[in-house]
């Protein structure tokens, strides 16, 4: 079973949707005995880093994060992909789950780009050997909607980028830990193949 | 690179898609899964529902119907319509859409966007802007179209913008359901006024229109209603024009 953690923040019910047309048994909570007994985790996330930290630890859902994030396949997606880092510069007080290490960064004005980064934009696929990017290729495009994104202390953590001013992690991956800035659950084909690889690992 | 985006509107009333020429003959062209199936089939790049009998009926029927397109296509679509307060768009993300547009209550109520922004995050709050060209500026409309208000639409823009709008969706009310083209005059004004995507909206005819909205105007994105329900052209068809054009786009 697949735990798709509710926080009250937005798209939880088109992950789901996606998890399932993927063939996973898909059960959407908010309890910490549900993510202990699931499989596999999914942090889905629309909205402010701050207000989400604020839901996660109300529903008292850190330790269960973080003993799973241990352990199982968890993928972050978006917002929740940020909160799995150390801290984001859109919530100065207010830390992550430090997961994964590293920061949150807005895209800098001085890109002189239009904030937030919205559309499709290609991957550049930088770890092929990713369970997540199985069948990717840097023809693909995918839908991004964000105006942060996070910079991984370790390099080695970034699986694709994707080029908006300059280079961001677009896949970060670490042994069981996934994350991805831009919505499968919204990615047409290529997000379901992503969503797929996902269901599909052991 | 990022792409631009091709985005077809479908208009809601009584939870069938209509479009408004000039937003006042209504024609049916049918139920809106199924069209919002069909788009997603020739590769939209994102839709748009606006619910335009929202601001005065009852609204709770469009929640059920967003959770119904949610359900069966796996694309980003925004909604708009009659959006009153916080529980609204609540309402309406969790029931699967990726953004909110907001326009009369935005106008009435501007905090509504800083708020929004700041529980939701800026990248799901579209703010929607109908303007029609008067002496010497472009006004915004809200209700509709039927309402003046005597704002000035690029000084809303980038208060809009400023609140935490993550986008504009820019209608000119002079080019809407003309066929002539988009209002280039008017986009190129707002794009290079805020910091913001901007959806153009409005007049689209021939490819030519979307390719003028890109190169010309500098919009994000291109609105289109009545010419791909009445598939004068398959979204694929604009989107292999401008790709040949040299237009960043999705194929």
């Not at chain 2, 748009?48 to 929202?54: E, G, Q």
């Not at chain 2, 859409?97 to 009435?108: D, F």
């Not at chain 2, 809303?156 to 986008?167: D, I, M, S, V």
């Not at chain 2, 490819?207 to 010419?227: K, Q, T």
């Amino acid at each position: 079973m697949i735990a798709v953690i509710d926080y009250g923040m937005g798209n939880i019910h088109s992950v789901a949707k996606a998890l399932q047309a993927s063939g996973a048994e898909v059960l959407v909570t908010n309890k910490p005995e549900d993510i202990k007994k699931s499989d596999k985790l999914v942090l889905p996330g629309v909205g402010a880093f701050s207000d989400a930290m604020v839901e996660l630890k109300k529903f008292n859902l850190l330790p269960a994060i973080k003993d799973s994030a241990a352990k199982k396949p968890l993928l972050g997606i978006c917002l929740g992909m940020q909160l799995l880092f150390d801290k984001s510069q859109e919530a100065e007080n207010q830390p992550g789950l430090s997961i994964l290490s590293g920061d949150v960064v807005k895209f800098s004005s001085k890109l002189k780009l239009k904030v937030p980064h919205m559309g499709w934009n290609n991957l550049k696929v930088k770890a092929a050997q990713c369970p997540l990017l199985k069948g990717i290729t840097d023809q693909d495009q995918v839908y991004f909607c964000h105006s942060y994104y996070p910079v991984p202390k370790e390099s080695g953590t970034t699986a694709a980028c994707a080029e908006y001013g300059l280079e961001f992690a677009a896949v970060v991956w670490k042994n069981n830990l996934y994350g991805a800035q831009f919505h499968p659950e919204k990615s047409q084909t290529v997000g379901l193949k992503i969503i797929r690889n996902f269901v599909e690992l052991c | 690179m990022l792409s631009k985006r091709i985005i077809p509107c479908l208009d809601i009333k009584d939870g069938r898609v209509v479009k408004g020429v000039k937003f006042l003959k209504l024609r049916d062209a049918g139920d809106p899964v199924e069209v919002a199936k069909i788009y997603d089939a020739q590769g939209a790049d994102e839709l748009v529902f606006l619910d335009i009998t929202a601001s005065f009926e009852k609204r709770k029927t469009l929640v059920v119907l967003v959770e119904k397109i949610a359900k069966n296509i796996f694309m980003p679509f925004t909604v708009g319509g009659g959006i009153g307060d916080i529980s609204d768009i609540r309402d309406i993300l969790n029931a699967g859409a990726e953004k909110v547009s907001l326009n009369t209550q935005a106008v009435k109520c501007p905090e509504l966007i800083s708020d929004a922004s700041a529980r939701f995050g800026s990248q799901c709050i579209v703010v929607a802007i109908d303007a029609k060209k008067q002496k010497d500026c472009w006004e915004v409309f809200i209700n509709g179209g039927r309402t003046p208000t005597g704002i000035d639409a690029l000084e809303w823009a980038r208060k809009a913008a400023k609140l935490g709008a993550g986008e504009i969706l820019l209608t000119s009310m002079d080019t809407d359901g003309t066929k002539d083209g988009y209002d280039l005059e008017l986009t190129k004004a707002l794009t290079s006024c805020v910091p913001i995507p901007v959806i153009a909206s409005g007049g689209a005819g021939k490819l030519e229109d979307f390719y003028n909205v890109f190169a010309s105007a500098g919009a994000d994105a291109a609105l289109a209603a009545s010419l791909f329900h009445y598939q004068e052209y398959s979204i694929k068809q604009v989107k292999e024009y401008l790709k040949q054009k040299g237009i960043a786009i999705r194929l």
